[in-house]
Structure formats: structure tokens, C-alpha cells
């Protein structure tokens, strides 16, 4: 328990030291030049579409700043991607507070960074500012962005009736944009809505029902799940109470066991650091016979041990380089027996353990350590009976392998 509430001490304490600093993502940029540079990004809320980002080359390197004039594209992990366009559109408020009187948008000149929602055929764009959002398309006879028109407007009330001075209406020309332009089969934008969710999924099931390639999507952080493999060496000591001689400890030969089966990893929103959860399912079987066995007659006492091992823990990341990160880790182990064999009358069906541990990643590839807190298998059936205790340690080495592609093409 000590032990667990020391893991849980040094994760607060990551969370909190890690969140008082800069955090910068793995990230491009493409100069004017069409140079394209690897780098780290500092990591921001990015609710408003940036005309300039902080990046380094390494975390130990001094900050530098890229501007919209500097850069025409630039991601951020796997999030956001932003291409510079100069384009036509209007930011008056989509509510009635920050409206005008005009039905059509005024149109103004600017040079943006858009924010890429779907690439494929028929590619969505994103800008926002201040809580408004306009979005842009292409397709393949439109190569630069075009408007998607949308804006709310009022009109006074004729009838002037109390409480009501003006009535909200909405020019809603992207729908029928969207149904001349960009409608396959039974698509029907009458009732689309002018968000990020419901125009994303128009233009993911329009490519589809194209047959047109995604090279691009934007996901949720909750959708962001890698699955992968994973292999272990495990480190195991194992010892209990003699059986004539409770004070005295019998001994096992500390033996190294290989681990191996598959997880599944997802990342969920947390702005001040990289945070993601994972969950793992692995084999474990090692054997170990008794090392201060005196009688050299008879075998002394063996274990054979099986089981399925589960872990889930989260795990805190932060980069280094572009495709250098550490991350650290700590949570729960369960293992469910599949028929261990030993001295003991009989062993728990299921044991728990936690552990603690890190490593670094590179691209698809982690390493890691971990440590974890002893446990006994053996099954309490009688306080009295030396055979009920036991002490199972194990330390590993693991290495994860992704199955997962990038969301973001370079």
C-alpha cells in the first residue's frame, strides 16, 4: 500500500510539475521554400486558428517562432494541420448579439492559417475566431478553397409584438452548395448542420461513396486508439515460509520469463500534458524450482506458473524531438490463473499488483521498465498454515510495437 501511494504521489506530482511548464508536440512546418523541418511544437488550446507557433528542434533547444509569412503548412502531432491560403470570408457573429442586418456575408481578404478537417476528393478546411467558425472546400474542379456560406441575420419585427423587437433568420447557401457540388447518390444536405461534427461526416461519406482514398480525418482524442504487440521479460524471485519451520524462508532460483500478447491504447483531452490510457492482455507461464533444497535424493519443490495478465494504467508523455519521447506510467496487474501447479494446497484464482515504471518511444517502438509490488499466490485457507504465504517479485523489460497508422501524412 506504501508503495502504491508512493506511485500515486509521483504521478500527481508529474501532472502538476509537467502542466506548470511548456509542453511542446512532435510537429512539421513547410517554409516558403517548401523546406519541410521535423520539430517539437509547444502545444497549445489552438481555438482560435494561429497566425504564429512556438517550435524548437529539441526540447534543449532555444524557442523560435514561425509566422504566417514564414509558413505556408504546419502540423502538430496528429491534431491539427494548418495550410496558409488568403482567402474571402466574413467573422460577424453567428448569434444575434454579434449579427448585422445583411443576409450575404462581407466578404474580406485575409491571409489565414486554415486548419485541415478531411483530405481526400473533396477536402473540408476549418477557420475560427472568437467562437465563429467558417468552413472551406475543394474538390476536384476547385483547387482553391471555396466558402461554405453561413450567417445569421436578423430582420425587425413588423408586427412588433412585446418582448420581440427583431427575428433571427440564417442564409444557408452551404447546403445548397453542398447538394449541386458535393452530393453522391441519396446524400441530403437540406438539414445539414453548419458544425464541425456534421459537415466532417457529409464529406467522409461523400469520398466514400466516391471511392476516393482518406489520406486525412480529424478524430476526436477519445478516437485516437492505437493497437499493437507486445513482448516482456520478466524478472520473478519467488520465496515462502518452510513448512516445519515457519522463521525460515524457502528460496526459489530467480528465473527470467518471457511475456507476450497484445494492448490497445487510447489518448483522451487533457491540455496540460499527453495523456493516454492503456490496456493490456499477455501470457505469462515461468517455472522456478527451491534453491536452498538440502536433499540432493528427492526434487525439491517446484512452480509452474500460468496465467493471463492484465494491465491498465495511464501513461504521461513528453518529447524530446520530433520522433524521440519518454513517458512514465504506473497503475494495476491482474493475473487469472490457467492451472498453476506447486506446493500449496491450492493458489488464488486471481492475484493483483501494481506497478510503476517508463521508458522512451521512437516512431511506432517503445521501451520500458517496470516494477512491481510482491504479491502472494497462495491461497489463504488457514492463518495457521505456513503453506498460505508466499512472495511473488517481478521486474521487467517490455517492447510495444504499434499496428496502428499515423493519422497525419508527411
Not at 499493437?228 to 520469463?257: C, K, M, Q, R, W
Not at 520522433?323 to 493483483?352: A, H, M, P
Request: proline share 3%.
Amino acid at each position: 500500500m506504501k508503495l502504491l501511494l508512493s506511485l500515486l504521489t509521483f504521478l500527481l506530482f508529474f501532472i502538476f510539475s509537467t502542466s506548470a511548464q511548456s509542453i511542446y508536440k512532435s510537429g512539421y512546418f513547410i517554409d516558403n521554400s517548401g523546406k519541410r523541418t521535423d520539430c517539437l511544437i509547444k502545444k497549445m488550446p489552438w481555438e482560435t486558428n494561429p497566425t504564429e507557433f512556438e517550435w524548437k528542434k529539441a526540447i534543449s533547444s532555444s524557442p523560435k517562432t514561425g509566422k504566417i509569412e514564414d509558413i505556408k503548412e504546419f502540423g502538430v502531432g496528429q491534431d491539427y494541420i494548418f495550410k496558409r491560403f488568403i482567402m474571402a470570408f466574413d467573422l460577424q457573429g453567428d448569434t444575434v448579439g454579434k449579427s448585422s442586418k445583411d443576409k450575404d456575408p462581407r466578404l474580406k481578404l485575409k491571409k489565414v492559417f486554415l486548419r485541415l478537417i478531411l483530405k481526400s476528393e473533396a477536402t473540408l478546411y476549418q477557420y475560427s475566431k472568437n467562437d465563429v467558425h467558417r468552413f472551406f472546400y475543394t474538390d476536384r474542379k476547385i483547387a482553391y478553397p471555396e466558402l461554405l456560406v453561413f450567417k445569421t441575420y436578423y430582420v425587425p419585427d413588423l408586427e412588433e409584438e412585446v418582448g420581440e423587437k427583431i427575428i433571427t433568420k440564417e442564409n444557408t447557401l452551404f447546403r445548397e452548395q453542398l447538394q449541386k457540388s458535393l452530393s453522391c447518390r441519396k446524400q441530403d444536405a437540406s438539414e445539414l448542420a453548419y458544425t464541425l461534427k456534421d459537415l466532417k461526416k457529409y464529406f467522409k461519406e461523400y469520398n466514400e461513396c466516391k471511392g476516393a482514398k482518406i489520406a486525412y480525418i480529424v478524430k476526436t482524442r477519445f478516437n485516437q486508439s492505437k493497437i499493437g504487440l507486445i513482448g516482456t521479460l520478466d524478472f520473478v524471485s519467488f520465496s515462502h515460509p518452510s513448512e516445519l519451520n515457519p522463521t525460515e524462508s524457502i528460496i526459489y532460483d530467480d528465473t527470467l520469463a518471457p511475456r507476450y500478447g497484445i494492448y490497445l491504447e487510447t489518448f483522451i483531452p487533457f491540455f496540460g500534458v499527453d495523456l493516454s490510457f492503456f490496456l493490456e492482455s499477455t501470457y505469462r507461464s515461468f517455472s522456478t524450482k527451491q534453491t536452498n533444497f538440502s536433499d540432493t535424493d528427492i526434487d525439491g519443490p517446484e512452480l509452474n506458473f500460468k496465467s493471463i495478465n492484465v494491465a491498465f494504467a495511464p501513461r504521461f508523455h513528453l518529447y524530446l524531438s520530433s520522433n524521440f519521447e519518454v513517458f512514465f506510467e504506473g497503475g494495476l496487474s491482474v493475473d487469472q490463473d490457467l492451472g498453476t501447479e506447486s506446493i500449496f494446497n491450492s493458489v488464488e484464482s486471481t492475484t493483483l499488483d501494481y506497478f510503476y515504471g517508463g521508458g522512451f518511444g521512437a516512431g511506432r517502438f517503445k521501451v520500458g521498465y517496470r516494477v512491481y509490488t510482491d504479491k502472494n499466490i497462495a491461497k489463504r485457507e488457514a492463518l495457521s498454515d505456513a503453506l498460505s504465504e508466499s512472495t511473488l517479485s517481478t521486474t521487467s523489460f517490455y517492447l510495444t510495437i504499434s499496428l496502428s497508422k499515423s493519422n497525419r501524412n508527411k
